[in-house]
């Protein structure tokens, strides 16, 4: 104890020679409480200089970064970060939350005191720190619901569809984002309005939905012209106003009308309709796919002089949400979405290229194909890479990228496709996986695992971009020829034109001429 305490002492200028022999025991002891107290208050400054290498290395940093212009700024402030994420190490977790969240406010409390310790004289104004979340601002919520003859279906009787368009209106009624909900149907027109929907109006509203309220409420109710409803709610969209479109999205081009040049010219037009909002728009889209019991006809698009075939089963529709970035950003945080009854098969959001998002990632130590160095992981390079020698996986390499999509718009299972990214190197296999292990600490605050493998070993730097485009289940749900609609029960669970439809919309959010990143990755990879 006398031995760290001369330690300690000589590191706050206090002399070892309170230990003399000569001295007094009751001195001494006076002593060595004044000592035990200068050591509590002086250890956890020193601690800040006696972590591991990797702690060590983020101090080291933080000290770097002040000399030239004594702040922090941005570019600096996130590298700190990087190194809080990339690291296991104990030292790290007093910035971190339960779920491996970093907090920002702790990053600046700990400099403050680092600095201050190591007498540098930085505020928390020379600190640069990310702003908060833009307060959330209310806009008026209008939703269209598409009355045409081939809605009937969804409205007979009591219906799955019923129910959850009334649990959607109710959460949006009741949400921290909504001014006004304003409900429309629609089909060639706009044949109903009713402004500032009251709970009671809302109830009123579902209570009604029956054909013959579709019939009453007027329209042209024998053709869906989508394009032609889709903008027309395209036009009510601005900063004040987001749009809800509820539909079967099933074209109906009319009788003796090429069905596939119908198809053609549709998907151009709203690709067109939709390139011209985003270029004026800071425009975003979700659309989610769900599905009820159907009790009606259903109008096959390839049949002459079809008047409708009757069908009892299950069937899909379609929610479409139209509004700012931030107002879907909004919508989604209010998990109004997701708290929908009965819940839904598919979700798919599309935003503009200026809305990248640049997600937090890390290269995982273990586990690995072959060989390579750990000691610059935390720069995002890999250090003497070589190939696997083992029987297993010889003359392969690879490795494991953990990720976090958890602030990005996008649904999760977006990111699982590996058809939705697009490699440097196209000699990488991928493969992605959700983590469900929350028990290892080195993968909290993450939602994705990326494993790469190849045998193509090379020094490179390799990109790793997630692409926006149209996602598969769009085709799959997508029927052509609905011609033999009753036999097939394939058909029943498909939408006629849909992936015209989703293309069209999908090529102006992501041109093909374009590279259409939502985000990127690199990796600096040296032999």
Not at 21 to 27: E, H, V
Not at 162 to 179: H, M, P, R
Not at 183 to 202: G, H, Q
């Amino acid at each position: 104890m006398k031995l760290k305490l001369n330690y300690y002492y000589k590191k706050a200028g206090i002399h070892s020679n309170i230990f003399e022999k000569d001295k007094q025991n009751q001195k001494t002891k006076n002593y060595t409480k004044v000592g035990e107290k200068i050591l509590f208050i002086i250890m956890p400054i020193l601690f800040l200089t006696s972590c591991t290498s990797e702690f060590q290395s983020f101090n080291e940093e933080a000290i770097n970064f002040t000399k030239t212009d004594n702040r922090i700024d941005q570019k600096e402030f996130e590298t700190l970060l990087e190194i809080i994420s990339d690291s296991d190490e104990k030292g790290f977790t007093q910035f971190k939350d339960d779920k491996g969240n970093i907090n920002n406010s702790n990053v600046v409390s700990y400099l403050l005191k680092y600095y201050s310790a190591k007498n540098l004289n930085l505020t928390e104004s020379d600190i640069w720190q990310p702003e908060s979340k833009e307060q959330q601002k209310e806009f008026n919520i209008n939703v269209y619901l598409e009355n045409s003859a081939s809605m009937d279906g969804y409205v007979t009787g009591v219906t799955e569809f019923e129910t959850a368009i009334y649990n959607l209106l109710g959460d949006f009624k009741i949400s921290q984002v909504c001014d006004s909900l304003n409900l429309n149907y629609i089909n060639n027109s706009i044949p109903f309005t009713k402004k500032n929907a009251l709970p009671a109006d809302i109830q009123d509203f579902i209570e009604k939905l029956e054909p013959s309220t579709f019939r009453q409420k007027g329209g042209d109710r024998s053709v869906s012209d989508l394009k032609n409803i889709i903008n027309t709610v395209l036009k009510t969209v601005n900063d004040q106003n987001a749009a809800v479109l509820i539909s079967d999205f099933v074209f109906s081009p009319g009788k003796k009308v090429d069905a596939t040049n119908y198809l053609n010219n549709q998907g151009v037009g709203i690709k067109i309709d939709f390139a011209e909002k985003i270029n004026e728009f800071d425009l975003s889209a979700v659309i989610i796919q769900l599905e009820s019991n159907f009790d009606g006809k259903y109008y096959r698009e390839k049949m002459d002089n079809d008047k409708g075939v009757d069908f009892k089963g299950k069937r899909p529709y379609y929610i479409w949400i139209f509004g700012s970035n931030q107002q879907i950003s909004e919508i989604l945080d209010e998990k109004i979405l997701d708290n929908i009854k009965g819940g839904y098969l598919n979700r798919l959001v599309l935003q503009s290229e200026m809305e990248q998002s640049q997600p937090n990632y890390k290269i995982l130590s273990s586990p690995k194909i072959g060989d390579f160095s750990r000691t610059e992981l935390n720069k995002k390079i890999i250090a003497d890479a070589s190939l696997s020698k083992n029987n297993q996986n010889k003359g392969f390499f690879g490795f494991n990228l953990a990720v976090d999509f958890s602030s990005s718009i996008q649904d999760p299972s977006y990111f699982l496709e590996t058809t939705n990214y697009v490699l440097s190197n196209p000699n990488y296999q991928l493969e992605v996986h959700s983590i469900t292990n929350n028990n290892d600490a080195s993968l909290l605050g993450f939602t994705h695992i990326l494993k790469l493998k190849t045998s193509d070993l090379r020094s490179e730097t390799l990109k790793i971009q997630v692409v926006g485009q149209t996602p598969s289940w769009v085709y799959s749900s997508s029927s052509i020829d609905d011609s033999d609609f009753l036999n097939e029960t394939s058909e029943q669970q498909k939408t006629f034109g849909l992936q015209y439809l989703i293309e069209g919309v999908s090529d102006a959010f992501y041109p093909k001429s374009s590279s259409n990143a939502i985000t990127t990755f690199t990796i600096k990879i040296k032999k």
